[in-house]
């Protein structure tokens, strides 16, 4: 398929773990979102990339929030130390022709971290 | 504070009948709006959107009204159909940066 992927779809860790979350944005894509999604909230933005390089990550809760995009396509959400309240659905979006909303959003299906 | 807000968890329609889903904003920065439509254990796909400078927009059963003075819009689905039944997130953002904030979702639910 052409769209973005996202894994692992699923992911269980316990207290004070390190886990990495990856994202394959659409194709030739320019900019990447990650945004984070907890029960009966709507996604949060964190941060995003336009090529290689974080445009905004004024999203990012902490320090133990971090994200890279090495070769400006996939992208790699990390977060140490997990505490309990890190447990969501993390979204990537990905759009092409610049970094402005007016260029549509494409969402991959999420990773659901569950941390214990 | 939430920047977005969308004050209805749930909306339940007849079918054929109209679906009104709506949203309120407070930072009269946004200058563009956006409604995305989520089933279970998938992403949101985008459906219809609106500049500030127009007060409505429709793309086929899906139209959406702004009223910038009351800093509201809302999406009109007519007619509903049980395919409809989703999550509803309302999106705003300003045009110059690449981030959005989204409400809360209204369940909506669409009975045969």
């Known amino acids: 398929g052409a769209g973005v992927s996202q894994t692992p779809s699923n992911k269980v860790t316990e207290k004070g773990k390190y886990v990495e979350l990856r994202c394959d944005p659409i194709s030739g894509h320019t900019a990447l979102y990650w945004y984070r999604q907890s029960l009966g909230q709507g996604p949060e933005f964190l941060i995003y990339f336009q090529g290689t390089g974080a445009a905004d990550d004024s999203g990012l809760p902490n320090d133990r929030f971090f994200a890279v995009r090495p070769e400006g396509s996939v992208s790699t959400l990390k977060i140490q130390r997990t505490e309990r309240g890190d447990s969501a659905v993390y979204l990537c979006?990905?759009?092409?022709?610049?970094?402005?909303?007016?260029?549509?959003?494409?969402f991959g299906p999420g990773t659901r971290l569950t941390v214990l | 504070d939430q920047q977005v807000k969308q004050n209805s968890p749930s909306l339940s329609v007849q079918e054929g009948r109209i679906s009104i889903l709506n949203c309120d904003y407070t930072n009269s920065m946004f200058d563009y709006f956006l409604w995305y439509k989520k089933y279970p254990a998938e992403g949101p796909t985008f459906l219809i959107s609106i500049s500030s400078i127009k007060d409505k927009n429709e793309d086929g059963r899906f139209t959406v009204f702004l009223n910038k003075s009351a800093k509201h819009l809302s999406l009109h689905i007519v007619p509903s159909q049980p395919g409809d039944s989703a999550v509803y997130f309302c999106?705003?953002?300003?045009?110059?940066?690449?981030?959005?904030?989204f409400g809360k979702g209204t369940k909506l639910s669409v009975k045969p």
């Open positions: 999106a705003a953002g300003s045009g110059s940066q690449g981030n959005l904030i």
């Open positions: 979006a990905s759009s092409s022709g610049g970094d402005s909303i007016l260029n549509e959003q494409f």
